[in-house]
């Protein structure tokens, strides 16, 4: 499913896991993801396996690390993961930004401790919408500065500024979710990424 919706792994600058509503239009910042691994050799096999980076650690410090399957204690190296791609993010706080990332869609609960979430950038997902807003089939939605979208105004020329604003068209007034502050969700074709 996260590939039909462009979906990618991101994560807040200050790694927290706040609750952000399903649908929140997020923007990318000039911070990169970053991920770590352990290297280590077990049974004469060298193995890697991913970590959180321990606190006062650095890549290329040695730690020991306990492998899960066996309990037992090794020697290992920390190494960072390549990653050219995946910038962290944040909540949107500028209307109409031309750094809007996506749309959060779920964080990805796996048992490390790094807290990465899903943001859908392209396809078909949800989008968050002020409520104030009302939307059409067929509106094209930008970022309102608060983490929700609003209605791109109807005589807006399409200029390389405004394309580089677009977060997605509405493909259904239906509103599949509303959320305590009243704001709401929509299907949308994602145009972000």
Known sequence: YNAFAGSHWSR????????ILRGTVMESIATMCDWY????TKDGIERTEEIGLPDGKSVGDTIT???????????????QEENEQLPMCKISDTADSK???GVFMDWDNDDDTV??????GIG???VRIHKDETVAIGN???SKGDGTAKVLAGNT????DVQSSLIGKVTSTTKTHTHADDSYCVPCTLHCG
């Open 157 to 160: 020329a399409i200029t390389a």
């Open 99 to 101: 750094a809007v990332y």
């Open 140 to 142: 094209w939605l930008v």
């Open 65 to 79: 690390h306990t492998w899960p399957s066996d309990g037992k204690d090794y020697l290992a190296k920390i190494i």
């Open 37 to 40: 691994n352990v290297k280590f």
């Open 115 to 120: 807290n990465d979430m899903y943001v859908a």
């Open 124 to 126: 078909a997902f949800v």
């Open 12 to 19: 807040l600058a200050d790694n927290s896991k706040p609750t």
